[in-house]
Structures are given as C-alpha cells and as structure tokens.
C-alpha cells in the first residue's frame, strides 16, 4: 500500500494562492491515480481534482475548473495542487488519495488517504 502525507494549507486572503503537496511512500505512486478531495466543516468530503498515473490526464470539480490546477512527480513522488483566485468558500480540510481506477471521482474509489491539511480563505 502507499502512505500520503499532505502539506502547505495555511491561511490565505482571497484572491490569493496557494499550493499544497501530497508526498507518497511505499508502493510505487506511479501505479496509482491520485486526487485531491476537501472536507469543509459540516459538509462531505468533495471531490477537487484528478489525475491519471502518466499525469496524461487530469479532471476538476466545476467549482474549481480554471482556478485549480493539480500535477504529480513520479520520479519525486510527489502530488500538488495549486491554487489560485482563491474564495471564502474553499476553506476545508484538503486530503490527498490515491486509487488503482485509471482516473475516478467518488472517494468511494480511493482506499488509500492522507491525513489533510488545512486551508482557510479570509474575505
């Protein structure tokens, strides 16, 4: 299995950025498909953002289509998420996964999680 370790959240202004970083041991994180979810205080995990094993191909939630954008180093094991024009209402926990689907979107699908790191948006 792989172990993923989250980190960079903070606290950021709105319209600002910030990248957070996922990195991987273990199993080999080339054999996986990985994503970012977010969890906001009493609210359900949401999917963010996908990508395939290759890197090859990548898929976004609509709220963060254009604003988001998330890559992986296999040769650092390493996933990331940038984020840009940031808004209030993307403060959650963020949580990096990991899934042998070719690329999926229901948390349902990813067996293997990190433990989060949190972002806060201020207006």
């Known amino acids: 299995q792989v172990q993923l370790v989250e980190s960079g959240g903070g606290l950021v202004q709105a319209g600002g950025s910030l990248r957070v970083s996922c990195a991987a041991s273990g199993r080999t994180f080339s054999g996986y498909a990985m994503a970012w979810f977010r969890q906001a205080p009493g609210k359900e995990r949401e999917f963010v953002a996908a990508?395939?094993?290759?890197?090859?191909?990548?898929s976004y939630a609509d709220s963060v289509k254009g604003r988001f954008i998330i890559s992986r180093d296999n040769a650092k094991n390493t996933l990331s998420l940038q984020m840009n024009s940031l808004k209030p209402e993307d403060t959650a926990v963020y949580y990096c996964a990991a899934s042998t689907y070719y690329i999926a979107t229901n948390p349902g699908q990813y067996p293997y999680w990190g433990q989060g790191t949190q972002v806060s948006v201020s207006s």
């Open positions: 990508i395939t094993r290759s890197g090859s191909s990548t």
